[in-house]
């Protein structure tokens, strides 16, 4: 599987960052690729202000979802929600160093989970919600957006 993926995505992929739980999460996604059967959780947690000052992941799937996982928490923390909103699943893929075409939807499961974790906070806090998280586009990486 080495060759095809950058030095960025094999090191996120085996020491992943920020792996597990946080009990006391200000929200939580849930989020699964029923082609491929992956399973994406991810917790954030969310101070006064809107800032996001952790985030946990449990992902079960490839090695890419793993690594999207992990990158895609490293980029939030100290984001707010607003900022976070704007993580795409690209901007992912791209701190990675890139991923093969084929494994762009990984990419996209890690910007719906965030997605998902960001509905479930603003839902918890009477806030209006977003609209759902992006639909899985098989294969093409592009989000099928509606927005
Ligand atoms: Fe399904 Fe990577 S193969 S998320």
Redesign the pocket.
Known sequence: MEGQYSEKVMEHFRNPHNVGEIPDADGVGNVG?PV?G?IMRLYIKVDENEVITDAKFKTF??G??IATSSMVTDLVKGKTITEALRISNRAVAEALGGLPKI?M??SV?AEQALRSAINDYLAKHGKPTIKEPRSIHENSGEPNLGD
């Open positions: 690729n491929c992956d799937g490839c890419a979802a494994k939807h990984c499961l």
